[in-house]
């Protein structure tokens, strides 16, 4: 889904007022970790100090509003960017500056169970996805068959 500006400020200033916001997954870039429908909720960080593996929310430069896991920074051109992947993508998304990023996520809600982020699995899931990038590769074979086969 595309927003305009005006609805990211919207997000950025519900982040920055209440501290947090929630918000549904729509897509399967984060399979299995976050599934189509869980409630992410999302508090304000700053982008310098992410650490590998952490799940952000930040949008695109076209508005699209996204949730991957933070790789790494560069600077280029005298600009920082960040650089963010999906567990299921085979490559990473356009890099972003620190303006784009809405907050880090801290937990998800599933059928009325909730997650921590802090949970030391979702940690090393975190971790081993990026410096297993086979696995994402496993995951979009297995979520195409799920698609052909409709499960």
């Given at each position: 889904m595309i927003f305009d500006k005006s609805i990211i400020d919207l997000?950025?200033?519900i982040v920055?007022?209440?501290g947090f916001i929630e918000l549904p997954s729509v897509g399967y870039s984060m399979?299995?970790?976050?599934?189509?429908?869980?409630?992410c909720r999302f508090v304000p960080c700053d982008p310098?100090?992410?650490?590998?593996?952490?799940?952000?929310l930040f949008h695109s430069e076209s508005g699209?509003?996204?949730?991957h896991r933070f790789s790494h920074s560069n600077i280029l051109e005298n600009r920082r960017y960040y650089f963010f992947k999906g567990d299921t993508n085979l490559g990473f998304d356009q890099p972003v500056m620190d303006y784009h990023i809405i907050g880090k996520l801290t937990s998800i809600q599933r059928l009325n169970k909730g997650f921590s982020i802090e949970?030391?699995?979702f940690k090393r899931w975190g971790k081993l996805m990026?410096?297993?990038?086979?696995?994402?590769?496993?995951?979009?074979?297995y979520l195409i068959w799920r698609r052909l086969f409709h499960f």
């Open positions: 997000f950025k200033n920055r007022k209440d399979f299995p970790f976050i599934r189509k429908g869980d409630i310098q100090t992410l650490k590998k593996g952490d799940v952000v699209q509003l996204i949730a949970n030391p699995f990026l410096v297993m990038p086979l696995i994402s590769g496993i995951l979009r074979r």
